[in-house]
């Protein structure tokens, strides 16, 4: 039996509902929740935790039926993008709230909360009020709060979504350390997919409450499936059928174009190519490359994400998305209207089914 098991759980809150939803994660492990807002990643976690009872189904943790146990006998810790600190209490008061019931010894509970302080950089802000912090630092003391007292399963709800860039590159670093200090298995719930590159070992997707495809991140991400996982993910999808087969490489008729695959078909098979916008090279001309597909086209659209800049090229029926950083596109005079070149290899063009 896994670490943790979540098996069928059925609820209904109003007019959604969870609808059969297995889960599982092992020790250690850090589980990312990902899925469009109204998916049902948020009341999952409140199901683990014990806030909702399911109309069907059980959470097993460490083996043991916790299914209808009160949430305070769950050993199971939750942290919110609201922290939801005590304001009247200081910081040090806040996260040792957490060990009162557990320890009675003074110079104990200002041991743990000292050595939780240390690890998340917060030992100085002990005797501020939550008012006093920045975002960040009272991110940092909920995570303290809730890592203080040793929890076996710990649920984060989006707690860095309210923060700048910086400070959640900050406090992913923070938090990894920590986890790996405190031996804590993790879900979290996300939509930034930063999160999951940088913490996640497992990533589970969910769509109107159902999981639609589960494993690690390079799998998921490269080789999403069904559909909808490609496009909420950000993968370009493109519809085609096999034309050929050209020893090893799988030639695909899609929308217009002429791609080669390293994944199996069957001359006349309909089938759906995937290809991360991350893994297309941008070029002014043709190159000398080992990439199998160059793909001529035009710009239609440039957009910034974050660090990153967009690129949409229009090509055969469809449009295909590529990544560039700032300066690549600056030398390489991306505009609206300019003729561009998309390279790839035929092993990133995945066909899924």
């Keep these: 039996m896994s670490f943790l ?3 069928d759980i059925y609820l209904d809150v109003g007019s959604f509902e969870l609808k059969g939803i297995d889960l599982r994660a092992e020790k250690g ?15 999952l976690l409140e199901t683990i935790i014990g806030f909702y009872g399911p109309r069907q189904g059980s959470v097993f943790l460490e083996g043991r039926d916790i299914t209808f146990f009160s949430p305070d006998k769950r050993q199971i810790s939750i942290v919110y993008q609201d922290n939801m600190l005590f304001p009247h209490m200081d910081i040090f008061e806040n996260i040792a709230y957490a060990l009162r019931k557990k320890l009675k010894d003074k110079k104990q509970i200002e041991l743990e909360v000292t050595q939780i302080a240390g690890v998340l950089g917060i030992r100085e802000l002990l005797h501020r009020k939550p008012d006093t912090l ?10 303290a709060r809730s890592l203080v007292a040793r929890p076996k399963l710990l649920l984060l709800d989006e707690p860095f979504s309210a923060l700048d860039a910086r400070t959640r590159e900050k406090l992913r670093e923070m938090l990894k350390k920590a986890i790996a200090d405190y031996s804590t298995t993790v879900l ?19 769509r109107k409450g159902e999981v639609m495809q589960v494993g690690d991140p390079e799998s998921v991400f490269r080789r999403p499936s069904p559909d909808f996982v490609a496009e909420f ?3 370009n999808v493109l519809k085609g059928t096999v034309k050929a087969l050209e020893g090893k490489l799988t030639v695909i008729d899609a929308e217009g174009m002429e791609i080669y695959s390293a994944d199996p078909a069957e001359p006349g098979e309909n089938v759906t190519v995937s290809i991360r916008p991350e893994e297309i090279i941008l070029a002014g001309g043709t190159v000398e490359s080992s990439a199998r597909n160059t793909l001529k086209g035009r710009v239609s659209g440039i957009f910034k994400k974050e660090h990153l800049v967009v690129v949409e090229v229009k090509m055969g029926n469809s449009e295909i998305k590529a990544v560039v950083t ?9 505009e609206p209207g300019r003729e561009m070149y998309a390279v790839f290899k035929a092993s990133n063009a995945r066909i899924i089914r």
């Design 5 to 7: 098991e979540v098996r």
């Design 29 to 43: 492990d850090y589980v990312a929740l990902i899925g469009p807002s109204g998916s049902g990643k948020s009341l």
């Design 134 to 143: 920045s975002g960040g630092e009272k991110q940092r003391a909920s995570l």
């Design 188 to 206: 979290h719930v996300t939509h930034d997919f930063e999160d999951v590159w940088a913490l996640a070992n497992r990533v589970v997707v969910i």
């Design 233 to 235: 993910l950000g993968t």
């Design 326 to 334: 700032p300066t690549s596109c600056e030398m390489l005079g991306i």
